[in-house]
RNA sequence: GAAAGGAGGCGAGGCGACCGCGGCACGACCGAGUCCGCUCGGUGCGUGCUGAGGAAAGUCCGGGCUCCCCCAUGGCCAGGCCUGCUGGGUAACGCCCAGUGCGGGUGACCGUGAGGAUAGUGCCACAGAAAUACACCGCCGAUGGCCGCGGCUUUUGCCCAGGCACAGGUAAGGGUGCAAAGGUGCGGUAAGAGCGCACCAGCAGCAUCGAGAGGUGCUGGCUCGGUAAACCCCAGCCGGGAGCAAGGCAAAGAACAAAGGUUGGCCAUGUGCCCGUUCUGCUUAGACAUGCCGCUUGAGGCCUGUGGUAACACAGGUCCUAGACAGAUGGUCGCCCCUGGAGAGGGAGCCAUUCCAUGGAGAUCUCCCCAGGAACAGAACCCGGCUUAUGUCCUGCUUUCCACC
């Protein structure tokens, strides 16, 4: 399962603003991170063209419905690059089928630990719901979102 | 039939549908320009085509391509090489093909780091007496020497069975070791020894065959350890360095700059701040980060013919088959096929008890259901190889043994 263009991240300082943000959510083998949208550091080529002329006009608006998710298995992971792609297909899936569930207006970064290639496929899906209902993106949670997260 | 050897091929069984994603073409739409023909740019749209490998891997060799430095040609010297049987092939190679020698196998066949130790220098630990050198044990002691039964002799002395192991001889045997100065046998000798002879191994010379590595034969003197992945000698080859993140173009911003640690600390959560580290330039400025090019037509694949034992070459025809950049191939389903399992029905021939008959297991066929159709593994500038990983896979060929005709 690949991501569609609208929920990809793509360009290096978009991950550099990730990495800098501060919600963080640790689980066993994954670390989820939740930034808000910033389009100026976004590829162009990502952006069609309505989102970008949509940008142009009403940028907060926009921002509030963008939802974007990228996924990222380091060579520690695992040194097969077989191995990787399976895990970032089984989380990339994950995140499709959750998107009608979940809050819109951040962009989601998710890393993978070393440990992550010797667990089970239920197990990081398991820790997957985990992280989410933790970090309150679930519209059903609204109760438990920290304030870090909300502006 | 069994076991084995070797060659070639294939790589999610085949066909199709839907969803999702990369690329290309056309259309549609949007924007800009316009000499009103159109041109350029863009896209959350539509249609069609197309979309990983035999190893894409390891990055071990050889190249192409790109930039920088140096030399720009040839010779000589120096330097480098983990190049090293011969002859071919190739753009090139440490690769491939054919052959030679050696080793292994009954054989098909396999392996081979295979120049020079007689150019020179060095080293050979431990053990062992001794490592180009020797005498520890042993053997002998013929020849000298000493003792000496006996004999001859007047005596000195002479001859002599035997003894000693003093001088000495020996390298057969023992022991040590990777290695002890050719091996086996017969003769020979006091004991031995290429001391002599026969065969074998090695060396040299000659003849002959071969393009060559080498093969075969004859003769000779008898004979000379290993190590060159020790220095070295010989032959051959060689500008150096970085690598597509090479390199080029365009736009924008700018020194309180940028990149990296795929992130250490802090907060008001973001074109954040602090700490530590790193380029060129330092007068101006540039490079990287963005978009585009490089970017896939190439020492290219397939077919036919010719030459060649072959690797391969040449000629003709035909085909175009991924080009991403946080990095596209994955899911779901239908029909057919194959494999395995369970069930139902029919059932050749068989066995047991018996008169037909009954019971038992059952080759094989049909139907239905369930499970499975893999493993190793993911293009990242591109080729030629090597190595490593991988399958109850497929198709020829060859050898040995057994059975039958």
Not at 51 to 77: G, M, P, T, W
Not at 100 to 128: I, K, N
Request: aromatic share 6%; hydrophobic share 40%; with cysteine.
């Amino acid at each position: 399962m690949v991501l569609p263009r609208d929920h990809r991240l793509s360009g290096t300082m978009v991950f550099d603003h990730l990495y800098r943000a501060r919600a963080r959510f640790h689980g066993g083998n994954l670390i989820l991170r939740v930034g808000l949208p910033n389009f100026p550091h976004l590829k162009p080529g990502l952006m069609g063209s309505r989102v970008r002329i949509a940008v142009q006009h009403n940028r907060a608006a926009v921002c509030q419905e963008d939802l974007r998710f990228a996924v990222v298995v380091s060579k520690k992971v695992s040194k097969r690059a077989v191995m990787r792609n399976r895990l970032r297909r089984l989380l990339h899936n994950a995140f499709m089928k959750d998107v009608p569930h979940l809050r819109r207006g951040y962009w989601l970064l998710l890393s993978l630990r070393p440990g992550a290639a010797q667990r089970s496929e239920d197990q990081l899906l398991q820790e997957w719901s985990d992280l989410l209902r933790q970090s309150g993106l679930c519209c059903g949670h609204e109760q438990h979102v920290p304030a870090a997260v909300i502006r």
